[in-house]
């Protein structure tokens, strides 16, 4: 079975593959800067030893999320307008 191609207007082309490319970018986080931000969660709330590595995730995704100009998605994705 064949399958059609997707179509795409370039306009919209053009604007994902520039969301493309800064996600891509905030995934480049290197090691040190990584490794900084879980010592700065850790050392922020000391008070609740349970949840240090949750603090940790927590500060590294949104740390990744702000990189890529993400906000929090409280619903489903909606459809690009054109």
């Known amino acids: 079975k064949t399958h059609d191609e997707a179509a795409i207007c370039w306009t919209c082309h053009q604007r994902l593959q520039a969301r493309v490319d800064v996600l891509e970018a905030a995934l480049h986080m290197d090691l040190k800067e ?3 931000v879980i010592y700065d ?3 922020a709330d000391t008070s609740d030893s349970t ?3 949750q603090n940790a995730a927590r500060a590294l ?5 702000k990189r890529a100009g993400l906000s929090l998605v409280l619903g489903r994705m909606q459809p690009l307008a054109h």
């Open 51 to 53: 949840k240090t590595y």
């Open 41 to 43: 969660a850790v050392w």
């Open 61 to 65: 995704l949104g740390e990744l999320r």
């Open 34 to 36: 990584a490794a900084q």
